[in-house]
């Protein structure tokens, strides 16, 4: 399964980029949790998580023995427009304005990380452990 979300900064303003990944929703909300804190700006972790997905991406191609795939298709910073669409109007008018697939949208706030969107309706607080159900 894969995920394609946007991440954006509720912080400051026109902040945010965009992530296709392989695996769960899930594992990008731990992830995120996982790099976020409040001093932390959101290039920074941009930065730490493009690493660490570069990382298993060497380690699973060393195993596997398959060619190192383009990283570089798999994130994208966002236009301050493309931010503003998805925290005012949503997935679909990403889709409608800027034809960005996105499944998820993460916010990351003063207070934590949350997500909404495709099988989550309404804005919710990532756990420390999440689950394909939530």
Request: charged share 30%; glycine share 10%; aromatic share 8%.
């Amino acid at each position: 399964m894969s995920t394609r979300a946007i991440v954006i900064d509720s912080r400051v303003n026109g902040k945010g980029f965009w992530v296709s990944e392989d695996g769960y929703p899930a594992d990008l909300g731990v992830t995120l949790r996982g790099l976020f804190s409040k001093g932390k700006s959101i290039e920074q972790i941009f930065n730490e998580l493009v690493q660490m997905r570069t990382e298993r991406t060497h380690q699973i191609v060393a195993q596997t023995g398959y060619p190192m795939p383009n990283i570089n298709n798999k994130f994208c910073i966002l236009t301050p427009e493309q931010v503003e669409v998805a925290k005012k109007s949503g997935i679909k008018a990403l889709w409608d304005r800027f034809r960005i697939g996105a499944e998820y949208i993460y916010r990351i706030r003063q207070d934590g990380v949350y997500v909404s969107g495709g099988r989550i309706p309404r804005l919710r607080r990532v756990k420390e452990k999440e689950s394909i159900r939530g």
